[in-house]
């Protein structure tokens, strides 16, 4: 009897250690994860070329070609801001806010700045689709790889490698007449032309 009261102290100590040990190790918050890190895709973008062919190109022409070099002459951004929220909520007829109403605006600074409007508007598999301005060509650089898009009116359509994903795609759009490049990381954003405009006395109009 003595000598088993000398040995079951031993061995409740001994299991109180592991098991404390086995509880640090699962609770341990600053062992390092293995996991690897994953950026969030940006959403889609929402289609503001055929918008802009449902909504405003009845009065103001395709691609804003009835609005003349004029446009948006005296309006710094926020005021491009407000002139597409009020249009699309009153001639239109078509109301459109938040980030769709971002993403027209930006069609209108590409108009105003004169250079492609370029989006991506759904992924579908490895099939890639989005907007651009007529006339202009689509490539898509993956890794080494360029790929010609597809370009029917203001819509493009391109196949990728499979396994593509936004950070390895870098899109550019080149306009035919006048040489004018876009350049679209989808990582960061699916549609162009999501800066600011620089104010009036400062940019070039188209």
């Known amino acids: 009897m003595i000598r088993i009261a000398r040995i079951f102290p031993l061995v409740l100590g001994m299991a109180g250690v592991l098991v404390t040990a086995a ?9 390092p994860s293995t996991a690897p890190a994953t950026q969030p895709v940006p959403a889609f ?16 022409g395709p691609e ?10 005296t309006l710094d951004d926020a005021g ?16 459109i806010n938040g980030r ?12 105003i700045m004169g250079n492609p409007y370029l989006s991506v508007t759904n992924i579908k598999g490895n099939v ?15 890794g080494s790889k360029e790929i010609s898009a597809d370009v029917t009116d203001w819509n493009w359509t391109a196949t990728l490698p499979d ?22 990381h989808p990582a960061q954003s699916m549609y162009s ?7 009036p006395d400062i940019r070039n109009h188209r």
């Open 163 to 184: 396994g593509a994903a936004p950070a390895s795609v870098t899109i550019i759009a080149a306009d035919t007449d006048d040489d004018k490049t876009t350049t679209l």
């Open 100 to 111: 769709d109403l971002d993403t027209e605006t930006a069609f209108h600074r590409a108009l």
């Open 64 to 73: 804003g070609a009835s609005y003349g070099p004029g446009l948006g002459h």
């Open 45 to 60: 973008a929402f289609a503001a070329m055929n918008y802009y062919d449902q909504s405003c190109a009845r009065c103001h």
């Open 128 to 142: 890639w689709s989005g907007e651009v301005m007529v006339d202009a060509k689509v490539t898509l650089h993956v």
């Open 193 to 199: 032309n999501a800066e600011p405009i620089p104010p």
């Open 80 to 95: 491009l801001v407000k002139m597409c929220h009020d249009m699309a909520n009153g001639p239109s007829q078509n109301p």
């Open 23 to 31: 509880v640090l190790s699962a609770g341990d918050s600053t062992a």
